[in-house]
Nanobody, 121 residues
Framework: QVQLQESGPGLVKPSQTLSLTCTVSGGSITTRYYRWGWIRQTPGKGLEWMTEIDYDGNTDYSPSLESRTSISRDTSANRFSLHLNSVTPDDTAVYYC?????????????WGQGTQVTVSS
């Protein structure tokens, strides 16, 4: 059974970097052809896809967030991380790490439980 668990600070100050880590169990992040990514949910924008990294380390970013977003992975620890810099209160959201299925449609077949991150001074 694949399980994903987010971890990281729940409170970040404006202009700082939001950093979260997703630890995966029950499956390898290097298994073809799955991808692993981050989605967030806010009351104003709903669910928003942010970024993903595939089984071979290739990355992709939302155009609206690319300039300040980075995704990376540690294959030995079977985990991947999100870094969102220059945050503002508009970045306050529930952040989810997800697995994306191997099909041609983006099916988010496994989700972490989500973690609330608040941007406030």
């Amino acid at each position: 059974q694949v399980q994903l668990q987010e971890s990281g600070p729940g409170l970040v100050k404006p202009s700082q970097t939001l950093s979260l880590t997703c630890t995966v169990s029950g499956g390898s992040i290097t298994t073809r052809y799955y991808r692993w990514g981050w989605i967030r949910q806010t009351p104003g924008k709903g669910l928003e896809w942010m970024t993903e990294i595939d089984y071979d380390g290739n990355t992709d970013y939302s155009p609206s967030l690319e300039s300040r977003t980075s995704i990376s992975r540690d294959t030995s620890a079977n985990r991947f991380s999100l870094h969102l810099n220059s945050v503002t209160p508009d970045d306050t959201a529930v952040y989810y790490c997800v697995r994306i299925g191997a099909g041609w449609l983006p099916i988010y077949d496994f989700w972490g439980q989500g973690t609330q991150v608040t941007v406030s001074s």
